[in-house]
C-alpha cells in the first residue's frame, strides 16, 4: 500500500489553466526538469531505500518550486506578459 499518493494534491493544476492553454503548440520550451532535478543530482545508492525515494521526491518538488519563482520573478519585470504566464525559460 503506497500512502505517498493522496500527500501530492498539492501538484494538481487547475482545469481553468488546462482549458486556456488547450489546443496551443509550443516548440522550444525547453528542459522539463520537472521529476529529474534530484535524480541526476544524487547517487543512484541513495534511492535504494524507499522512505528516502519519497522524501527526495518532496526535495525534488521544493526545488523545482524554488527553480520556478525565479521564472516568475523574470516575468514581473515585463508588463507585457500576463502574471500567470509560465512558459518561459
Do not use: C, H, Q
Request: aromatic share 16%.
Amino acid at each position: 500500500m503506497n500512502t505517498v499518493v493522496p500527500k501530492f494534491t498539492y501538484r494538481k493544476k487547475s482545469l481553468y489553466k488546462i482549458a486556456r492553454t488547450f489546443g496551443d503548440e509550443r516548440i522550444n520550451t525547453g528542459y522539463d526538469y520537472t521529476d529529474t532535478v534530484m535524480k541526476k543530482t544524487l547517487s543512484p545508492y541513495i534511492f535504494r531505500n524507499a522512505t528516502m525515494t519519497n522524501f527526495i521526491t518532496y526535495i525534488n518538488d521544493y526545488i523545482v518550486n524554488l527553480i520556478n519563482a525565479t521564472k516568475k520573478f523574470k516575468v514581473r519585470r515585463v508588463y507585457t506578459v500576463d502574471k500567470d504566464y509560465e512558459y518561459i525559460d
